[in-house]
């Protein structure tokens, strides 16, 4: 690649390094003979929805791949984290982290369950085990952590504080899937786990989602729940709602589990690519993945320290969306400021202040299978050039807005 001058970057009015979006989120894409092969033999066989052969079929191989005993796959992960905080009869409040996704309280204020959030640990970004006892009140029913990045949470810690003071403990593991703690798979922590398959997800099933544990009876509970409450034929036993996951998702699923080896490769290959250009750049730190675990490398999260690079997180975002890189401040700016949570809990920032610096800092950077080491080393080119002339940047952005 030619070196770029800053005078090369869109905002100095250069051509955008890409002239087509490249995105955080592209999905990742298996087989398509085997996905077509699928589909047309679900058009045979005239079955969609409602627990059919692929739907089983995913079910068994997920847990099979987890070493976990249940699967019940759901159309959605909002949607499985709720039926799995009902199943689980939750109520009052549950300690959760703010630096999430927003569906992981939505979760639980859409059934009326109160989402008290903790301060993460700056190294994992997950909820912080040291902070989780000061949240706890006489109205705690249970502690939900994220796998924020597939990172694992501090499982051993959370589940000490769990059984000691008689709280439930699962886990949003919606970024997690194939990943493990501790040489055994994220699926097996807590008393459930919850996965999304999104179409951005790691491995996706267009949209989809699923609750996997080890107990029989819950995953039971959760079979009929996803399925309006139906025992049999005319037998509703519990309140439900529909939840069930379609053919046509599952045919996507089981496809994309056939390729998740080449989706690490790839996401592993650009993560070390990331690594390298990256090096040495002041203030640009990347998370890093614990090499020994499984990993999925799914994202490439980037704390931006503004001192030390001579620019803000907001500042760097703006240059990228320039070059048409479209790089995402997820998850900012924190549940917590976000409604109805901010009016509800206006001074909840005060007891967060890891989770509002993180927020305003993390920028995540475009890679899966859709994404090449050209692109990648053009990105940080771009990134060198743009912290090495902090400060005409400034000046340029300023002028701008
Ligand atoms: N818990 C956690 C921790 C989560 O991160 C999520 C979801 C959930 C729970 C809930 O699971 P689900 O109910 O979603 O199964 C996206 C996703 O919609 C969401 O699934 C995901 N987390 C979240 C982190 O990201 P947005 O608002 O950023 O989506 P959007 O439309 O901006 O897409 C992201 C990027 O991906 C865009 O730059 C475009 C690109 N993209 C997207 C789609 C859908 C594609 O290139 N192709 C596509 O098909 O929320």
């Known amino acids: 690649m030619n070196k770029i001058q800053e005078t090369d970057l ?3 009015k250069g051509i955008p390094a890409f002239s087509e979006m490249l995105h955080v989120g592209k999905p990742n894409i298996g087989s398509r003979e085997r996905l077509i092969n699928r589909i047309n033999d679900m058009l045979d066989r005239r079955w969609l929805t409602n627990s059919g052969p692929y739907v089983i079929e995913f079910e068994r191989r997920v847990a099979d791949f987890l070493g976990v005993k249940h699967c019940v796959a759901m159309c959605n992960g909002t949607v499985a984290l709720e039926i799995a ?20 309280a939505h979760a639980f204020q859409w059934q009326e369950i109160t989402p008290v959030f903790c301060d993460i640990d700056p190294e994992t ?17 249970g502690i939900m952590g994220v796998h924020l990045w597939g990172r694992p949470c501090n499982t051993e810690k959370l589940s000490e ?6 709280l439930h403990l699962l ?27 999104h179409a951005t997800k790691f491995m996706n099933s267009y949209e989809g989602g699923a609750v996997v544990t080890n107990n029989d009876k819950l995953a039971e509970k959760m079979r009929l729940m996803k399925n309006f409450g139906f025992a049999g034929y005319d037998n509703v036993i519990y ?10 998702a599952a045919a996507m699923g089981l496809t994309n589990l056939e390729s998740i080896d080449e989706f690490i490769v790839a996401n592993r290959r650009n993560y070390q690519c990331y690594q390298e250009e990256l090096a040495g750049l002041p203030g640009i730190r990347l998370i890093s993945y614990n090499s020994a675990e499984k990993c999925n490398y799914q994202y490439i999260v980037l704390e931006v320290d503004g001192g030390k ?22 998850f900012y700016p924190g549940c917590h400021r976000m409604e109805p949570y901010r009016s509800y809990f206006p001074h909840s920032g005060l007891l967060l202040p890891e989770t509002e610096r993180l927020a305003s800092e993390v920028l995540l950077l475009p890679t899966g299978t859709s994404v090449s080491p050209d692109d990648i080393e053009k990105i940080c080119a771009i990134l060198r050039i743009v912290v090495e002339n ?12």
């Not at 593991?173 to 008393?191: C, D, L, Q, R």
């Open 161 to 166: 504080i769990a059984n000691r003071r008689n």
């Open 10 to 12: 869109a905002i100095f």
């Open 85 to 104: 905080i009902r199943a689980l009869e939750l109520k009052g409040e549950v300690i959760i982290p703010s630096f999430t996704f927003v569906a992981t």
């Open 239 to 248: 309140i439900g709602t529909n939840g069930k996951m379609t053919e046509m």
């Open 171 to 197: 886990f949003d593991a919606a970024h997690a899937f194939g990943a493990s703690h501790n040489g055994t798979m994220i699926g097996n922590f807590g008393e459930a786990e919850v996965f999304s398959f």
């Open 390 to 401: 902090a400060t005409a940047v400034r000046t340029v952005l300023a002028q701008i807005n």
């Open 125 to 141: 970004h997950t909820i912080d085990p040291n902070r989780v006892e000061d949240m706890i009140t006489p109205r705690t029913s």
């Open 309 to 330: 690079a001579g620019l803000h997180r907001d500042e760097l975002l703006k240059v990228f969306h320039a070059e048409n890189i479209l790089a995402r401040r997820y």
